[in-house]
């Protein structure tokens, strides 16, 4: 069975960090690139960040260029986001997402190119 577990969501005042984990199960991270999406209240779910093990890439929405780093122990089965420099509008639940699809490197931030899903976990950044 397939399970993506994220952690490392809390309350953290701007200018700080966090780091989330998403830990994996069922599936080798060899096969499949790791996304991070975000959803805030009213919004839609949007990427964040991706990590491609395959190709040896990393991927960064422009909002959080520069602040937040994605990598990977995959001998843990487990992708990590780093996030620095946090902000109020980074403020929302976020996910992480598995998929293997031949066209996700294109479709970076499509959410139908992710096959398996997170629960989410919650950051709230305080002004």
């Known amino acids: 069975e397939v399970q993506l577990v994220e952690s490392g969501g809390g309350l953290v005042q701007a200018g700080g960090s966090l780091r989330l984990s998403c830990a994996a199960s069922?599936?080798?991270?060899?096969?499949?690139?790791i996304g991070w999406f975000r959803q805030a209240p009213g919004k839609e779910r949007e990427g964040v960040s991706c990590?491609?093990?395959?190709?040896?890439?990393?991927y960064y929405a422009d909002s959080v260029k520069g602040r937040f780093t994605i990598s990977s122990d995959n001998a843990k089965n487990t992708v990590y986001l780093q996030m620095n420099s946090l902000k109020p509008e980074d403020t929302a639940v976020y996910y992480c997402a598995a998929g293997s699809g031949p066209l996700l490197l294109l479709n970076l931030w499509n959410r139908d190119e992710y096959d398996y899903w997170g629960q989410g976990t919650q950051v709230t950044v305080s002004s």
């Open positions: 069922g599936f080798s991270f060899d096969d499949y690139a």
């Open positions: 990590i491609s093990s395959s190709v040896g890439s990393t």
